[in-house]
């Protein structure tokens, strides 16, 4: 049962740290989004990619949020400095034709 | 910006009974999805819709996409307690780029 995997889980750091979070996508997918969940924004689509390449990250805050798909297993989503707004879930998603598979999510939480 | 509201944002509904959300956007849209996401969970996808007007039922769920394709709905019939959770539609605006609705939460009381 392929699933996509996200790390870690649970990430609890203090304002201003680098915060790194990974995605293993389905194996075979080629489309790949990351997610944030907040109760109050609801779920937001930051960034995805085809074929490994950025093909819109308009809804990332680009002065402190990057994304990347260093090979096609591995997409990473990364925050420096994180600040306390910044808590949510984050989630990664991936698909080959329109449906999204999305993985458990990593819960942060900057104090 | 781009939009997709959800209404109702709560819903309690008795066991048995029937539960319905609609789903407006502020621009129309190529397609429409559906997810399903149970508390702490993640969405899991229910169904896409593409069509104008299109009507597409999985046993007791009943999705519709309005003619203008701004506006779909999702109906549940005799809910169940395994019914529990929130309902996004998300809206395609582009391809592969999806605006998420507020979703609703649904709660079945037994």
């Known amino acids: 049962d392929a699933r996509v995997t996200q790390t870690p889980r649970h990430k609890v750091t203090e304002m201003g740290q680098e915060v790194t979070m990974r995605c293993q996508p389905i194996?075979?997918?080629?489309?790949v989004f990351w997610y944030r969940q907040t109760m109050m924004q609801g779920l937001e689509l930051l960034a995805y990619?085809?074929?490994?390449?950025?093909?819109?990250d308009s809804g990332m805050p680009k002065d402190r949020f990057s994304a990347e798909m260093p090979d096609a297993t591995l997409a990473t989503l990364k925050i420096q400095p994180s600040e306390p707004r910044d808590s949510a879930v984050y989630f990664c998603?991936?698909?080959?034709?329109?449906?999204?598979?999305f993985g458990p999510g990593t819960r942060l939480t900057v104090t | 910006g781009q939009q997709v509201m959800q209404i109702p944002q709560y819903q309690h509904v008795q066991e048995g009974e029937d539960f319905t959300t609609y789903c407006n956007s502020s621009?129309?849209?190529?397609?429409i999805q559906w997810y399903k996401q149970r508390p702490g969970g993640h969405p899991v996808f229910l169904i896409q819709?593409?069509?104008?007007?299109e009507v597409k039922k999985q046993k007791r769920l009943t999705f519709q996409f309005g003619e203008a394709k701004k506006n779909s709905s999702l109906h549940i019939t005799a809910t169940q307690t395994t019914d529990v959770g929130t309902y996004f539609c998300?809206?395609?605006?582009?391809?592969?780029?999806?605006?998420f609705g507020t979703g609703t939460r649904l709660k079945v009381l037994a």
């Open positions: 998603a991936s698909g080959y034709g329109y449906e999204q598979y």
């Open positions: 194996l075979g997918h080629n489309t």
């Open positions: 990619f085809r074929n490994r390449a950025p093909l819109d």
């Open positions: 621009t129309t849209l190529s397609n």
């Open positions: 819709l593409v069509k104008s007007g």
């Open positions: 998300a809206g395609a605006v582009g391809t592969y780029k999806y605006i």
